[in-house]
């Protein structure tokens, strides 16, 4: 059962790292974009990058954060464990 739920969480939380990673790129290709625009237009978007879009973005990497604490709470190991695969 705890392979089950292992790999549900691994496949939200790499689902959520993806999607705050690809919204990253978007916020900034939307300030290249304003800063290349320049002028009212230019500051609007930053804006809308910054107050719009963003805050959504930095909540699904919270919830990914979560989601991968859930996940290293259920399989007791981390990536920084000095444990060797055969003890597990």
Known sequence: MFTSIERVLKY????????????????????????IAGGERGSTMAIYAASGIMPLFIKIAALAIIVGLFYLYLTKSHSLSLQDEKNR
């Open 12 to 35: 939200i939380f790499s689902l959520f790292i993806l999607i705050s990673l690809l919204g990253g790129g978007i916020v900034f290709i939307l300030f290249v974009v304003a800063i």
